[in-house]
Nanobody, 116 residues
Framework: QVQLVESGGGLVQAGGSLRLSCAAYGSIFSFNAMGWYRQGPGKQRELVAEIRSSGNTDYADYVKGRFTITRENGKNTVLLHMNSLKPEDTSVYYC??????????WGRGTQVTVSS
């Protein structure tokens, strides 16, 4: 079993910044990808950003240029640096990790609220 622990959410004014962190614990020796998804009220969960074991990244169009996903110093931790936040970024953000042999795990989510 793998546990994902998310942190860094909170309330910020439009134009501000937040940094989300996701740490993976358990029997993890390598990973295929780690990423962040978000799900606002009444909306479907959607990809925000992903980083693969190769270091390649993928971003949703609406966050490209504002958000940056990184892997921390060889740890099983990913960071999502969120800059120039907009009210429409308000959502619950979920961490997901994809491990070898099609193993997928989700975090419980962390709330991000951006005020006008």
């Amino acid at each position: 079993q793998v546990q994902l622990v998310e942190s860094g959410g909170g309330l910020v004014q439009a134009g501000g910044s937040l940094r989300l962190s996701c740490a993976a614990y358990g029997s993890i020796f390598s990973f295929n990808a780690m990423g962040w998804y978000r799900q606002g009220p009444g909306k479907q969960r959607e990809l925000v950003a992903e980083i693969r074991s190769s270091g390649n990244t993928d971003y949703a169009d609406y966050v490209k240029g504002r958000f940056t996903i990184t892997r921390e110093n060889g740890k099983n931790t990913v960071l999502l640096h969120m800059n120039s936040l907009k009210p429409e970024d308000t959502s619950v953000y979920y961490c997901k990790t994809e491990l070898p042999f099609s193993r997928v795990y989700w975090g419980r989510g962390t709330q991000v609220t951006v005020s006008s």
